[in-house]
T-cell receptor
Framework: AQSVSQHNHHVILSEAASLELGCNYS??????LFWYVQYPGQHLQLLLK??????LVKGIKGFEAEFIKSKFSFNLRKPSVQWSDTAEYFC???????????FGIGTKLQVIP | EAGVAQSPRYKIIEKRQSVAFWCNPI?????LYWYQQILGQGPKLLIQ????????DSQLPKDRFSAERLKGVDSTLKIQPAKLEDSAVYLC?????????????FGPGTRLTVL
C-alpha cells in the first residue's frame, strides 16, 4: 500500500524567508507525485506534479519540487515566500492503476508580513 | 471551463439522521472521486468511479455510506445513519481518464457537522 509522510505540520515564516516542506512516500513501483495547495476559503488546487523526466519540477507562483528516487522524497521549495503563500500544502502520491491518490496529512504555512 | 460543483456547501444534522451530498464533475471527466477530510488530516479516498462503475471503495464504511453515479456523470454520496465521527468536509474531485499524471480537480467541498 502506498503512504505519504509530511514532516512539518505547522510552519511559520517571515516574508522573504526560504521555504522547504518535506514529503516522503512509500510505494514500490512507478509513482506520480503531487503538491496540492488550499488557500484560506478556497478549494484544493494543484501546485505542481511529477510523473517523468526532469526530477526538478517547477510549478505555479515560484514553487518547485525535487523528486529524489533514492530517498523516496518530493520536497517542496520556494526561495522567497510571500504573505499570499499562507495556505495548507498537501503532498500526494499516485501509484498503480486507476489513478488512486493518497494524500499526506498536510502542512499549514503561515507567512508573517 | 466550469469546475467541479458540489452541494450543499454546509450541512448540520443530528446523529442517526441521514444526509446526502451531490457532485457534478467537470464535463468529459470519466473518473470521479469522493474524499473525506477530517479536521487536521489529509483527504482520505472513500470511493472512486470510472464512468458509472466503482473501481475502489475499500475505505468506504459500507454499513452506513453509499454512493452512486448514475449515467456516469453526477454522483451522490449518502450517509445513513450519521455518527458524530462523520463530521468532516466531503470533497468531490474528477479527472480525465486519459491523463497519465492523474491530476485531479477538486470541488469546494461540503462541510458536515453531526451533533
Amino acid at each position: 500500500a502506498q503512504s505519504v509522510s509530511q514532516h512539518n505540520h505547522h510552519v511559520i515564516l517571515s516574508e522573504a524567508a526560504s521555504l522547504e516542506l518535506g514529503c516522503n512516500y512509500s510505494y514500490g513501483g512507478t509513482v506520480n507525485l503531487f503538491w496540492y495547495v488550499q488557500y484560506p476559503g478556497q478549494h484544493l488546487q494543484l501546485l505542481l506534479k511529477y510523473f517523468s523526466g526532469d526530477p526538478l519540477v517547477k510549478g505555479i507562483k515560484g514553487f518547485e519540487a525535487e523528486f529524489i528516487k533514492s530517498k523516496f522524497s518530493f520536497n517542496l521549495r520556494k526561495p522567497s515566500v510571500q504573505w499570499s503563500d499562507t495556505a495548507e500544502y498537501f503532498c500526494a502520491v499516485n501509484g498503480g492503476g486507476y489513478q488512486k491518490v493518497t494524500f499526506g496529512i498536510g502542512t499549514k504555512l503561515q507567512v508573517i508580513p | 471551463e466550469a469546475g467541479v460543483a458540489q452541494s450543499p456547501r454546509y450541512k448540520i444534522i443530528e446523529k442517526r439522521q441521514s444526509v446526502a451530498f451531490w457532485c457534478n464533475p467537470i464535463s468529459g471527466h470519466a473518473t470521479l472521486y469522493w474524499y473525506q477530510q477530517i479536521l487536521g488530516q489529509g483527504p482520505k479516498l472513500l470511493i472512486q468511479f470510472q464512468n458509472n462503475g466503482v473501481v475502489d471503495d475499500s475505505q468506504l464504511p459500507k454499513d452506513r455510506f453509499s454512493a452512486e453515479r448514475l449515467k456516469g456523470v453526477d454522483s451522490t454520496l449518502k450517509i445513513q445513519p450519521a455518527k458524530l465521527e462523520d463530521s468532516a468536509v466531503y470533497l468531490c474531485a474528477s479527472s480525465e481518464t486519459r491523463s497519465v499524471t492523474g491530476e485531479q480537480f477538486f470541488g469546494p467541498g461540503t462541510r458536515l457537522t453531526v451533533l
